[in-house]
């Protein structure tokens, strides 16, 4: 110590490796943060890959990802999905979009009501949700059937387009999808771009559709996103309301003894939605970057 005080160069090369020692660590940190999460995802997915290839028999084959284009039920409930997944972003938007722009410019004050009731959802677990609908249906069937308002109760638990079903995801996805529009309002200076629009000859209305939705354009791609991976995975209400989306097909097809195909099924949906929502995020993320002012 007292060398150490006594040697200028000494000190300052101590100096130098206690700060290479402190930049290490954090680096070390985040390795080790690296490692554990990629175990975490990859380790499932590397095991559901080893069922679909290795057969007891055969060893390694195939044979289950062959059979994806020729297995009976899977385009129907991915239509399904797909059609219900769609049906739920654009309801969702149209709900949300102008609750959020008119809370941001004409009430701030109700933004904690309108999220304290988009929030009830999380508290709200799905057996419950789907008990609630199963009550009211039944009590439906035994109250309308003499009504006008009987096929309308029909229509909406059509198997084709169960309404029931989107009206159901379009409450389960109002937490995810207001949170991140919500944050992506929060981070715009509505005020100020809507009054340069106006200054520049726009009305109210055309400046929020030509102004100020496009600049939200990420906040909506964040949410749609959310919603499309809600709605893919979801499977207790639709199961329970003895619906057969994607989810559920899964599911069955498992119980039914078709689980290699079934998983490899799994596994190329969810490469193919990682790839789109990797190409949808590049892409929104390059336009709003070419939105920007140089």
């Given amino acids: 110590m007292a060398s150490a005080l006594e040697d200028p160069t000494v000190a300052s090369g101590n100096g130098r490796a206690r700060k290479r020692t402190d930049r290490s660590r954090p ?9 554990i999460s990629g175990l975490y995802f990859v380790g499932p997915l590397a095991g559901s890959f080893m069922f679909t290839v290795d057969d007891p028999v055969k060893g390694f084959t195939l044979s289950a990802y062959s059979q994806i284009f020729s ?10 999905s797909l059609l219900l997944a769609v049906a739920t972003i654009a309801l969702v938007f149209l709900l949300l979009i102008p ?12 933004r904690s009501v309108v999220e304290f009731v988009c929030m009830l959802p999380l508290v709200v677990p799905s057996i419950a949700l789907t008990a609630g609908i199963n009550i009211l249906l039944r009590w439906g069937s035994d ?16 198997a084709s387009f169960p309404v029931v079903l989107l ?3 379009v409450v389960m996805a109002l937490p995810l999808a207001f949170r991140t529009l919500d944050a992506g309002m929060r981070a715009l200076d509505v005020r100020t771009l809507l009054e340069a629009a106006q200054n520049n000859g726009a009305n109210r209305t055309r400046a929020i559709f030509f102004v100020v939705l496009p600049n939200l354009r990420g906040a909506m791609l964040n949410a749609g996103m959310l919603t499309l991976a809600l709605v893919l995975g979801e499977f207790t209400v639709s199961s329970i309301l003895g619906y057969t989306p994607f989810a559920v097909w899964i599911v069955n097809g498992n119980v039914a003894g078709d689980g290699t195909v079934t998983t490899a099924v799994s596994l190329v949906s969810m490469v193919l939605t990682w790839a ?19």
Wanted: no cysteine.
């Fill in 167 to 169: 009206l159901a995801y």
């Fill in 27 to 35: 680096r070390l940190g985040r390795t080790a943060i690296l490692l």
């Fill in 71 to 80: 297995v009976s039920g899977l385009w129907p409930s991915l239509q399904l």
């Fill in 143 to 158: 109250n309308l059937a003499s009504t006008p308002f009987w096929d309308t109760l029909l229509a909406v638990q059509n």
């Fill in 276 to 294: 789109v929502l990797l190409i949808l995020s590049v892409t929104g993320g390059r336009r709003s970057a070419a939105a920007k002012p140089a």
């Fill in 99 to 110: 609750t959020v722009i008119a809370v941001r410019l004409g009430s701030p004050r109700l």
